[in-house]
Every structure is written in structure tokens, then in C-alpha cells.
């Protein structure tokens, strides 16, 4: 029962690289979403998703592009990295109404 | 918008003392409100949630919390902590049926054994 996947765990990127956080679920939950997370901020919202197709932005979508072409991925593309998006990312789901969200194991940027 | 505020970011206590933790949201309508935490290392997970009914709600590891509607609060209690408690937990809004879960900023609690 594997869950949220992400990958990869750890990563290193030079300013103005571009790289994509890949996310995949195996519970067909059609929402799926990522978040950042920053010392003293808690969780931010950057894009979510609630179907193959369907993305939305969150609070803090500057900087990132998602799609998503099947329930079960959802990954998360920097186009042009900057030391402002150094952050552990998660990506999490859920399923329906229950509102419960499912989380994965967090990837962590370094942009220098 | 909704927002979440942990008024409280560090809390330390002894083995087996009383946890409260305050959670505010800001939120006009009907919210749906839940606990995560999270052990060094490791993702979130969820403590418990309320949705509808009793405003008192228990979760795991012996935790609960209760629905004030007319403070906007959901406080998460425990009564003797452990150190296996150390954590950081989160504070979690959306609206009801929304899409959109709002956390707060975090509390950092340690035990001390």
C-alpha cells in the first residue's frame, strides 16, 4: 500500500534551473494538491487539483506549474528555480468528502 | 479567505503534564477543522477532525479537541503527555465542501522525559 509517492527526496538546483517534483497516488483520490512548507509558516497551498484535467491555484502559486493528465499523478514543475522556493514539498490527497488528506513523505529543495 | 493562527509556536513540557494548544480560524461560514501532526522526520499525519455534530471530537494517541463556533476556536487538549508526544502539530480549516485547506503556522512542542 504505497499512498503518496513523491520524488524526488532531496534536491539541489542552481538559480534559474528548471525541475519537476513528481507526485503519484495509488488510492483514486481525484483530489490531489502541493504544498510548501517554511519554518514558522506552516503549510502553504501552491496548486491543487480535483481531477484529471482540473487544476486550480493556491495561495502561493507564483513560480510553479502543475498538470494533470491522470488521477494518479500530479507533478509539480519549476520553470526558472530561485532561492526563494528552497522549502520541503508536500504533496498530499484525498478522497471525496471525507476531507482527510494523505501526505507524502516531503521533498526538499535547496536552490542556491 | 480563511485563515488559521497558533498563537503558541514553542511549547515544552514534563512527561505527564496537560497540553493545550489554541487554534483560531477566521472564517465566515461552515469550516470544517482538523489537527495534523507531524514526528521529526516524518509527513503529516491526521490527529482528528470535526466536521459536524459533537463538538468535542477525539482522535488517536489520546488526543481531542473542541469546536467553540462562537470563539472560531478548535483547541487540541491532551491530559498527560508523553515524550513520544514531541512533535509539531498543525492547525487545518477548509470550508465546508471547499477544496482549499488552509494551515496554521505550527506549534513545536517537546517533552521533556
Known amino acids: 500500500n504505497a499512498g503518496v509517492t513523491q520524488t524526488p527526496k532531496f534536491q539541489v538546483l542552481k538559480t534559474g534551473q528548471s525541475m519537476t517534483l513528481q507526485c503519484a497516488q495509488d488510492?483514486?483520490?481525484?483530489?490531489m494538491s502541493w504544498y510548501r512548507q517554511d519554518p514558522g509558516m506552516g503549510l502553504r497551498l501552491i496548486h491543487y487539483?480535483?481531477?484529471?484535467?482540473?487544476?486550480d491555484q493556491g495561495e502561493v502559486p507564483n513560480g510553479y506549474n502543475v498538470s494533470r493528465s491522470t488521477t494518479e499523478d500530479f507533478p509539480l514543475r519549476l520553470l526558472s528555480a530561485a532561492p526563494s522556493q528552497t522549502s520541503v514539498y508536500f504533496c498530499?490527497?484525498?478522497?471525496?468528502?471525507?476531507?482527510?488528506?494523505?501526505f507524502g513523505e516531503g521533498s526538499r529543495l535547496t536552490v542556491l | 479567505a480563511q485563515s488559521v493562527s497558533q498563537h503558541n509556536h514553542h511549547v515544552i513540557l514534563s512527561e505527564a503534564a496537560s497540553l493545550e494548544l489554541g487554534c483560531n480560524y477566521s472564517?465566515?461560514?461552515?469550516?470544517?477543522l482538523f489537527w495534523y501532526v507531524q514526528y521529526p522526520g516524518q509527513h503529516l499525519q491526521l490527529l482528528l477532525k470535526?466536521?459536524?455534530?459533537?463538538?468535542l471530537v477525539k482522535g488517536i494517541k489520546g488526543f481531542e479537541a473542541e469546536f467553540i463556533k462562537s470563539k472560531f476556536s478548535f483547541n487540541l487538549r491532551k491530559p498527560s503527555v508523553q515524550w513520544s508526544d514531541t512533535a509539531e502539530y498543525f492547525c487545518?480549516?477548509?470550508?465546508?465542501?471547499?477544496?482549499?485547506?488552509?494551515f496554521g503556522g505550527g506549534t513545536r512542542l517537546m517533552v521533556k522525559p
Open positions: 487545518a480549516v477548509t470550508p465546508w465542501a471547499g477544496n482549499m485547506l488552509t
Open positions: 472564517y465566515g461560514g461552515t469550516v470544517n
Open positions: 487539483s480535483v481531477g484529471a484535467g482540473i487544476t
Open positions: 498530499a490527497s484525498k478522497a471525496g468528502d471525507t476531507g482527510e488528506l494523505f
Open positions: 488510492m483514486n483520490h481525484e483530489y
Open positions: 470535526y466536521f459536524s455534530g459533537d463538538p
